[in-house]
């Protein structure tokens, strides 16, 4: 069924992935590892090596992300046989601070916060979120962090948890994601209406995000072409 955007109140948002070019940020902060160690994977061998590590680490016990990240590090350094007193494990906690949204991400923002409130939900730590809010310029009305409820998406308490935060009827509320594996499954087993910002459209693979077939209710290829398409059923 179409999404009747004329009844959603809420739109929550994915932040790394969705409006934060978190690939991006992610090879280049990689970039001095690889050329230091020889490295010889592809981008895309490299982001689903990231994917993998990634989520081993947010399975287990709750870990603050930026002891994920660490985590990745020295998984990456494993693979690699490179041993730990010559890793700089905070290669990635130290980068994600200047990771800077999609080139459409602010004008789109912009756009929809004259129409709905918005919300971010995401697997980040607080402080790590402020730095990031900087650059998408735009408020948020609610923001849900892993670090808030104690676990990572695809878990339905992150869910659960922005419900009751949000305190809007699930009818009226909708979430735009780039990973169908940690929002459009997640969120769609909890009862909302899902649009999948499929920004890997025309690439190879999954990149940094864990494979998923979840279906959404809308697919576009950018929240570009979302707005256009909210602003056309008005």
Not at 36 to 59: C, G, K, N
Not at 116 to 135: G, P, Q, Y
């Amino acid at each position: 069924m179409p999404i009747d955007f004329n009844r959603i109140d809420v739109v929550s948002f994915d932040c790394y992935g969705t409006l934060i070019d978190w690939e991006s940020g992610i090879l280049g902060a990689l970039a001095s590892f690889r050329a230091e160690h020889r490295i010889r994977a592809t981008d895309d061998e490299l982001l689903e090596q990231y994917a993998a590590l990634e989520s081993v680490m947010q399975s287990g016990e709750y870990l603050p992300y930026k002891d994920v990240l660490r985590g990745v590090m020295r998984g990456f350094a494993r693979r690699a046989s490179i041993p730990e007193d010559r890793l700089d494990a905070d290669v990635l906690v130290n980068s994600l601070a200047n990771w800077r949204p999609f080139p459409d991400t602010v004008a789109a923002l912009r756009r929809l916060e004259q129409r709905f409130r918005l919300a971010i939900i995401s697997n980040i730590d607080d402080d790590l979120f402020a730095h990031t809010a900087r650059h998408l310029e735009v408020p948020f009305d609610f923001v849900v962090t892993a670090e808030q409820v104690g676990a990572y998406k695809p878990s339905p308490r992150n869910f659960a948890h922005a419900h009751d935060v949000l305190g809007v009827p699930k009818a009226r509320w909708l979430h735009v994601a780039q990973s169908q594996f940690h929002d459009i499954e997640p969120a769609r087993a909890f009862g909302l209406a899902t649009v999948w910002v499929n920004r890997r459209a025309g690439k190879h693979g999954a990149g940094a995000t864990v494979p998923s077939s979840a279906t959404p209710d809308l697919e576009v290829r950018s929240l570009q072409q979302f707005v256009g398409t909210v602003e056309a059923s008005s």
